[in-house]
C-alpha cells in the first residue's frame, strides 16, 4: 500500500527542510530587538511564580527514538551515509538507560518498532505521523514551546498541532478517572523553582517516540520542570504503569530558552490527500543543529 510506504519519502524531505526551518529575521525592515537579559533568581509574577514566561526549547530535540535520543532527520541521514551521532538515553532511571517494560510490552515495541517503515496495519503507524497529537510527555522533546503564567495556572502552547495545555496550581479536584484526554489532566505546584505536575486521565493513544515506546492508559506521571538559571530548565518526567512496565522510571530532556525564536504557521495535513506523509516529520528539526 502506497499508505503505508510513505514515511520514508517524509524523512528524506525532513533533511532537506531542515535548513528551511528557521525564523525570517530580515523581513519587515530588520533583526528584531533582543528581549532583555532574565533575572536570577527569577523574579515573581502577580499570584507569586517564578517568572519563567517565554519560548523554550529542547537541546536535544526529535522524537525517533528515546534510547538513544535521537529525531527522524538524524535518523534518515546516518541510514544513508551520513555521520552517525550518538546521543545518550533520555532515560535516566534506570541507571542502564533502558525502558522497563515487561515481557509481552517488550515484544509489542519491538515488532512496533520493526514495522515503521513498512507497517503491516494502518493503526501500527506512528501516531504523529498520522498528525494526531503527541501528547504527554512527547510534546516536551520535540518541538519549541511557549510558557504563559496567568494567575493561578501555568499554560504551555505549541505551534505544532494548534495545541495548548493548561495546568491549574490551586488543587482543584480532577475529572472522574473514567475521563481520558489526550493531554492527560495536570495538577500543578511549585517546589522553589521547580514546576511539579501530577498527570493522570491519560488516553494513552499516543505513542512515546516513533519507533513505538508506549504506556497504557493506567500511566500516572509526575513532571518536574526544573529552572537552573535563567536560559536553562531540565524537564523530567517519571512514569509509573504497573500495567506496561516492570517498575516506575524517569526521562530527561534538557531545555534552553529561545528568546528570539519565530513561532511559524503549522498545518500537518494542508493540501495532502496521502495520509502516509505529514508535516510533523517534514518538519522535525535536528535541534541539535541550532
Known amino acids: 500500500m502506497r499508505l503505508l510506504r510513505r514515511p520514508v519519502l517524509a524523512l528524506g524531505l525532513s533533511v532537506a527542510l531542515v535548513s528551511m526551518s ?35 526549547r529542547p537541546v536535544i530535540g526529535g522524537t525517533h527514538s528515546l534510547d538513544p535520543a ?4 538524524a535518523d534518515f541521514e546516518e541510514r544513508t551515509g551520513g555521520a552517525a551521532r550518538r546521543n545518550p538515553s533520555r532515560i535516566v532511571d534506570p541507571p542502564d538507560g533502558h525502558i522497563p517494560y515487561q515481557p509481552w510490552a517488550a515484544a509489542l515495541q519491538k515488532r512496533l518498532a520493526a514495522e515503521f517503515e513498512n507497517p503491516t496495519r494502518p493503526e501500527h503507524i506512528d501516531t504523529q505521523t498520522r498528525c494526531l497529537v503527541p501528547g504527554v510527555p512527547r510534546l516536551y522533546y520535540f518541538p519549541t514551546f511557549r510558557i504563559i503564567q496567568p494567575p493561578g495556572s501555568i499554560v504551555f502552547v505549541w505551534d505544532e498541532y494548534h495545541t495548548f495545555r493548561v495546568v491549574p496550581l490551586d488543587g482543584r479536584p480532577r475529572a472522574a478517572a473514567n475521563v481520558k484526554l489526550w493531554m492527560g489532566e495536570g495538577r500543578g505546584r511549585w517546589e522553589g523553582n521547580t514546576l511539579v505536575v501530577s498527570t493522570t486521565n491519560l488516553k494513552a493513544k499516543s505513542r512515546l517516540d516513533v519507533l513505538g515506546d508506549f504506556f497504557s492508559d493506567n500511566a500516572e506521571i509526575v513532571e518536574r520542570f526544573i529552572f537552573v538559571d535563567a536560559n536553562t530548565m531540565n524537564y523530567e518526567a517519571t512514569i509509573t504503569d504497573s500495567t506496561v512496565f516492570t517498575r516506575p522510571w524517569t526521562m530527561r530532556v534538557a531545555q534552553r530558552r529561545m528568546p528570539e525564536e519565530e513561532f511559524l504557521e503549522f498545518a500537518c495535513h494542508e493540501g495532502e490527500r496521502d495520509t502516509g506523509v505529514s508535516s510533523t516529520q517534514i518538519g522535525e528539526s535536528d535541534t541539535e543543529k541550532k
Open 70 to 73: 535521537q529525531s527522524s532527520a
Open 22 to 56: 528557521v525564523p525570517l529575521f530580515g523581513q519587515g525592515g530588520g533583526p528584531r530587538p533582543s528581549e532583555p537579559a532574565r533575572p536570577w533568581p527569577p523574579a515573581r509574577t502577580a499570584d507569586g511564580q517564578p517568572d519563567v514566561q517565554g519560548n523554550w
